[in-house]
């Protein structure tokens, strides 16, 4: 489709047929789009090995990784992933 073109005038039974092809379509394109959503959410976890490094641990703490002081959150122009301690 090209961006001259237009819709045009039809008797109400076609635009009732063409409504309800286009509806299938949507139909079909979410149940795929579920479908995907569905395999992510089936997708294997990574465990992770690595342990936290010893200076984001409590005192005394060797269990849990959870820093020792308050964490800042990361500034605006950097991701989740780059969060800061200060």
Do not use: C, F, I
């Not at 109400?12 to 979410?30: C, G, I, Y």
Request: proline fraction near 9%; charge should be positive.
């Amino acid at each position: 489709m090209n961006s001259t073109h237009r819709a045009w005038a039809v008797a109400p039974v076609e635009r009732q047929a063409a409504r309800l092809r286009l509806l299938a379509k949507e139909q079909d394109l979410t149940r795929a789009r579920d479908a995907v959503a569905a395999d992510r959410m089936r997708m294997p976890w990574l465990k992770v090995e690595q342990a936290a490094h010893p200076a984001h641990l409590n005192a005394g703490d060797t269990t849990t990784a959870r820093p020792s002081h308050p964490v800042s959150p990361a500034p605006p122009t950097q991701g989740a992933d780059h969060a800061q301690y200060d």
